[in-house]
């Protein structure tokens, strides 16, 4: 992400470390597939097929549409702690009852992910 990122000059460099660093720790190290390392493919994956399709240099998507990008890519499975929306909605688990069994995961992916962001505000 960092490689990516730091190339927008609009972005202050110790505050986008910081962030990144945040959103490292927030992936589950025992998780084997939903790791930091499988956000950093999503990203370098997502970034490869814009480019390629030329969507990525298309003069309707800013620098804020692409670091958005970029940034969605690497935290979209942040906190997963290995189980299905199937199960946690099954268990009646905290999250899926928080979320009214809608997109649980995603939910809370989504919602971690913008705390990180309103860290540095």
Not at 52 to 79: E, F, N, P, V, Y
Request: net charge neutral; hydrophobic share 35%; with cysteine.
């Amino acid at each position: 992400g960092c490689h990516f990122l730091s190339r927008f000059p609009s972005l202050d460099k110790g505050t986008l470390a910081a962030f990144l660093e945040r959103v490292d720790e927030s992936y589950v190290p025992t998780n084997p597939y939903h790791s930091q390392i499988h956000g950093a493919d999503m990203c370098n994956s997502f970034t490869f097929l814009a480019g390629r399709s030329r969507i990525w240099k298309h003069s309707a998507l800013g620098d804020t549409s692409r670091i958005s990008c970029l940034i969605a890519a690497l935290g979209h499975d942040m906190g997963h702690f290995g189980k299905t929306n199937l199960f946690l909605t099954a268990t009646r688990h905290h999250l899926a009852i928080m979320y009214n069994d809608r997109s649980v995961l995603e939910n809370m992916h989504s919602s971690s992910l913008q705390r990180e962001l309103e860290v540095e505000r």
